[in-house]
């Protein structure tokens, strides 16, 4: 297996799998999860997905920016965000069932984008000093994103919000 991310939700454990070119859904078992079902029904090259989110779908975005919406293992219509400048190597997407919004670290235009989940632009966190982006979580009920930052942890507020 060649894992590429994870996520868990409703007490089951997603992964994507590079070798199978399938999410994969694992229950729970005993103190861990079971081997797991296939989940995706329709063929979806997963072979570039840099992260994925689920709130009741599966949010998955690739290297080069594309955002697809799954549900019950076929995808289903998300019309792409036009985002100005477009994305540049974005590494790391964010979403989940406690966010509104989905959230996208891209450190080469020392950014985070956020988009509503209809695909609009909702706007973006820019600072020059995300001069070596790492990683991100987001916390709407706390109105904040917390950013590793090289060895340095900043905390952004969410101003949309």
Known sequence: HDILDFTTYNGRLYTIDKTSNQIVRH??????????VNWLSQAFDVSNIIG???DTNIWVMDATGRISKLNKGRRIDFAQPTIDPALESPTQFFTD??????????????RIVVLNKEGNLETQYFSERFDNLKNFFVSEREKKIYLINGNSLFTVPLTHL
């Open 52 to 54: 994925m989110g689920i």
């Open 97 to 110: 069932d406690q966010t509104n919004f989905l959230y996208i670290l891209e450190p080469a235009n020392r």
């Open 27 to 36: 229950g729970a078992a005993g103190n861990g999860f079971d081997g797991g």
